[in-house]
């Protein structure tokens, strides 16, 4: 980096050092290993660019670099991809999904109603094509979870069945504890195969509740439990790749 974009970044990074959640950012950069130096680089250069030119708060800036830098983590092989991933919403906003997918035909509080008559069921009858196009994620990443010991079967029988023991495992610390959540799993290959990559800082843009895999060679990341984590919860495998469809949506689904 030139003197003044090192200068301009580093001035930031001691300002966030400081603050309770940038700076897990600030740690999550100083500690980021699965970024190659070139791309590295490149995510610093046009952080700095944007601070001293696009006249944004900092986090702004610094989000805008990350999402120029998104998937650049190593893909995991197609051979060595699990059959089965695994992610949790809320229930709240995969019905808002499975809602707009149904263009009209369902409201929000219809599709969260037929989702909870649904949960466990292997048929799901009149949902059946709105919960098959409704989108897995939401800003087209998304972040998955799979059963590194059983890769063709959910993660989710190994995890705790509670939602406090989901969103420890999973380090899902945005989510309120009343939240009510969606465990849904899906066929990789059916499900269109986007490629997988092992996730970065600049996947993770400015989540405090995500930090680096210490291990430059693992395949893939490794979730960080939140600190609630009084019965020692294991980190979890954890990827991202672009959205894919629901065509390999696995049922029945699971609410808790």
């Not at 699965?34 to 700095?48: G, P």
Request: charged content about 20%; some cysteine; hydrophobic content about 40%.
């Amino acid at each position: 980096m030139t003197p003044i974009n090192r200068q301009a970044v580093d001035a930031i990074f001691v300002e966030w050092a400081g603050d309770a959640s940038l700076g897990q950012v600030n740690q999550n950069i100083s500690t980021e290993t699965a970024l190659a130096n070139a791309d590295f680089q490149s995510l610093l250069t046009v952080f700095a660019d944007l601070l001293r030119t696009a006249g944004s708060e900092p986090r702004s800036c610094w989000e805008t670099a990350c999402r120029r830098h998104k998937l650049k983590g190593p893909q995991i092989p197609p051979a060595q991809c699990p059959k089965v991933l695994g992610r949790v919403k809320t229930l709240e906003e995969h019905a808002d999904a499975i809602a707009k997918a149904s263009d009209g035909a369902l409201t929000l509080p219809e599709a969260m109603g037929m989702l909870m008559k649904y949960k466990g069921a292997l048929d799901v009858m009149d949902l059946e094509t709105f919960l098959f196009e409704a989108p897995l994620g939401k800003y087209d990443l998304v972040w998955a979870t799979f059963d590194a010991a059983h890769p063709d079967n959910s993660p989710f029988p190994s995890l705790p069945p509670t939602r406090l023991g989901i969103r420890c495992a999973l380090g899902l610390g945005h989510l309120r504890d009343d939240d009510s959540l969606i465990l849904l799993c899906w066929h990789h290959v059916e499900s269109g195969s986007p490629p997988l990559h092992r996730p970065t800082v600049a996947d993770a843009e400015a989540y405090e509740y995500y930090q680096p895999c210490p291990k430059a060679s693992h395949p893939w990341g490794l979730t960080r439990p939140l600190p609630s984590n009084l019965d020692g919860i294991s980190p979890q495998p954890e990827v991202v790749m672009r959205e894919p469809t629901s065509r390999g949506l696995h049922l029945p689904f699971e609410v808790i």
